[in-house]
């Protein structure tokens, strides 16, 4: 069975730092891709950044390119998303996600999700 677990999230101030992360379990996580989205208030769910098992591929959305930074430990079967300068606008609900076969890019069909962890930035 495959599991994911964010953990991370909280309320903070509009240019603070946050690091979300993600346990995956029930997978060998060192062969998968996997991707972190988020969903707003009143917002559909959407990409924010993914990366390959290997190599150097990583995507990440205009919005948070050069903000967040996604990373993996796959000793640990862990995800992180490092965020930087947050903005009130990255308010969401924040979700890692598993790709089983692909790069991580934003058009891939991911195939488990976690449940979420919420991050709230007050101006």
């Known amino acids: 069975q495959v599991q994911l677990v964010e953990s991370g999230g909280g309320l903070v101030q509009a240019g603070a730092s946050l690091r979300l992360s993600c346990l995956v379990t029930?997978?060998?996580?060192?062969?998968?891709?996997m991707a972190w989205f988020r969903q707003g208030p009143g917002k559909e769910r959407e990409f924010v950044a993914g990366?390959?098992?290997?190599?150097?591929?990583?995507y990440y959305a205009d919005t948070v390119r050069g903000r967040f930074t996604i990373s993996r430990d796959n000793a640990k079967n862990m995800a992180y998303l490092q965020m930087d300068t947050v903005k009130p606008e990255d308010t969401a609900s924040y979700y890692c996600?598993?790709?089983?076969w692909g790069n991580g890019s934003s058009d891939r069909k991911y195939n488990y999700w976690g449940q979420g962890t919420q991050v709230t930035v007050t101006p």
């Open positions: 990366m390959a098992w290997r190599g150097p591929s990583v």
């Open positions: 996600a598993v790709d089983l």
């Open positions: 029930g997978v060998d996580f060192a062969t998968v891709a």
